[in-house]
């Protein structure tokens, strides 16, 4: 079972260099999420999809786009890396519905490094 | 109101020794309290989880005690083990409507052998 894959599992970027992060989930899922991950900071939501065909922003999304693709995957976009955009990149997923299974399931993440 | 506040930022704990983390949060609609466990390199993975309308939940070595008066919980690793080494995150959701999860910033637990 290869739950939540995220690609790449590392990224060197420039500033300004645009860039999609991939993620798919196979466990037939309805939502899933992308967080961010910093020393100090914890787990911050940046964009968040509680079913296929609907996006919406959570704690920190400036700079980020998404694209929920279809029920499997779920894709973040930054248009123009910037250093503070250096982080890792977690992906998650959860079966979903309102009032559903409660248990989120991560991706390995993708550690990123804007230059 | 959407913040997790946990300490301590890090823990150092002898083999066999208790290791305890505490969370605080302000939103009341919270109704469901997981703790994820981070190995280096690894995504978080549910460790154990509560609702509001029990004190306590116990799975082995690990339980929740949840105090919903004070808006406070913990997690309690009893007889903890070097493989216990890792880093946890306390978090908090509404179970109804978008059902994001607001996590704590995480505690690094060094257990020493």
């Known amino acids: 079972n290869a739950g939540v894959t995220q690609t790449p599992k590392f990224q060197v970027l420039k500033t300004g260099q645009s860039m999609t992060l991939q993620c798919a989930q196979d466990?037939?899922?309805?939502?899933m999420y992308w967080y961010r991950q910093d020393p100090g900071m914890g787990l911050r939501l940046i964009y968040y999809s509680a079913s296929e065909g609907t996006t919406d922003k959570g704690e920190v999304p400036n700079g980020y786009n998404v694209s929920r693709l279809n029920k499997r995957e779920f894709s973040l976009r930054l248009e123009s890396a910037a250093p503070s955009q250096t982080s890792v990149y977690f992906c998650?997923?959860?079966?979903?519905?309102?009032?559903?299974?409660?248990?989120?399931?991560f991706g390995q993440g993708t550690r990123l490094t804007v230059v | 109101q959407q913040q997790v506040k946990q300490s301590p930022q890090s823990l150092i704990v002898q083999k066999g020794g208790i290791s305890i983390i505490n969370c605080a949060y302000e939103?009341?609609?919270?109704?469901?309290f997981p703790w994820y466990q981070q190995f280096p390199g690894k995504g978080p993975a549910l460790l154990i989880a509560i609702r509001p309308d029990v004190s306590e939940k116990k799975e082995g070595r690990f339980t929740i005690s949840f105090n919903k008066s004070a808006k406070q919980f913990s997690l309690h690793i009893m007889d903890s083990q070097p493989g216990d080494s890792a880093t946890y995150f306390c978090a908090a959701t509404v179970t109804s409507g978008t059902y994001k999860y607001i996590f704590g910033t995480g505690t690094r637990l060094k257990v020493l052998a």
């Open positions: 466990m037939n899922h309805n939502s």
């Open positions: 939103n009341t609609a919270f109704d469901y």
């Open positions: 998650a997923s959860r079966p979903g519905g309102v009032r559903g299974n409660t248990e989120a399931f």
